[in-house]
């Protein structure tokens, strides 16, 4: 995807290494983690431990990816600092801050069209850990999203797990990863992951997980609608690295490559197949309106 003229976003700070306690809020991520919902609401998707590797037990929250093993050493030159420099420190970083602003821009004029007012995110890059406005984080979670502080969180070594680990290739994968992340700030901002939220306390596990999919099947939705909204940008080969992206981190995929069998009441994100639609329908119309994955059995 072409991005390189576009000024990476002002709205990004470096947590450098590290991390800390506390919280209570839920932390929406990219990949299902398998364990079940803990106490924390819609994020609070369990952890998996990647492909052949042993489950550990979380206490609270979840984020998009089990152990990397890869997170980055070293202390960033611009730990504690924000702004657009934070973004150069490296190619992955400046090119997640160069979907950030498109992103914003993009959901800014959706936005405007149906007479709303949008609010900007921020993307916090942090190696190894990070405390966050939902609590403690480490980079074994993956990226996720914050609501309570409107942040979306990083490690940029997990995109050379997204390689490596994933078989996803390619920029548009990463940036996928990236407009997902976003799709759960625009939830946060039209309400719909406090109703999940409020409707998964009422709920039987099963349901609850139900609902988890439904949110992340559209936060899958709402990335494509970003690409869509900037086909202009797309380059040859960008959506078939998004769709083998979102084939590789559905739930039964997952499971299959983890356990070596699938349990479909524990799915907490959809299955390839279902990542892939969803993927492919915000892609191929644009429209949020077509995204609305708790109106389907689809």
């Avoid at 306690?21 to 924390?40: A, I, Q, S, V």
């Avoid at 609850?208 to 380059?235: H, P």
Wanted: aromatic share 8%.
């Amino acid at each position: 995807m072409r991005l390189d003229d576009i000024d990476p976003t002002d709205n990004a700070r470096d947590l450098g290494s590290g991390g800390g306690g506390g919280g209570g809020f839920p932390l929406l991520g990219l990949l299902p983690m398998f364990l079940g919902r803990g106490r924390m609401g819609c994020g609070s998707i369990a952890l998996l431990v990647i492909v052949g590797l042993v489950y550990l037990a979380m206490s609270g929250g979840g984020g998009m990816l089990g152990t990397t093993g890869g997170s980055s050493t070293g202390q960033s030159p611009t730990a504690g600092k924000s702004g657009a420099d934070v973004c150069r420190v490296n190619e992955r970083r400046l090119e997640a801050c160069r979907v950030m602003r498109s992103t914003d821009d993009t959901w800014a004029k959706i936005f405007q069209e149906s007479g709303q007012r949008y609010q900007p995110a921020t993307i916090n890059f942090f190696q190894g850990g990070a405390q966050t406005g939902c609590g403690a984080a480490t980079s074994a979670v993956g990226p996720f999203y914050c609501p309570s502080d409107d942040g979306v969180y990083i490690d940029t070594a997990f995109f050379d797990e997204l390689e490596k680990r994933f078989g996803a290739k390619g920029d548009f994968a990463r940036d996928y990863v990236i407009a997902h992340e976003m799709g759960h700030h625009i939830q946060d901002l039209l309400g719909t992951s406090d109703e999940v939220s409020r409707a998964q306390a009422r709920a039987s596990q099963t349901e609850g997980n139900r609902l988890s999919v439904q949110l992340e099947l559209q936060a899958d939705c709402f990335a494509g609608v970003w690409a869509a909204r900037n086909k202009d940008r797309l380059e040859p080969g960008d959506i078939e690295e998004g769709m083998t992206a979102a084939n590789a981190i559905g739930d039964d995929t997952l499971q299959k490559q983890a356990q070596g069998t699938v349990v479909p009441d524990s799915f907490t994100h959809g299955t390839s197949a279902q990542r892939m639609q969803w993927l492919r329908t915000g892609l191929e119309t644009g429209d949020p309106s077509k995204c609305n994955t708790f109106d389907t059995a689809r």
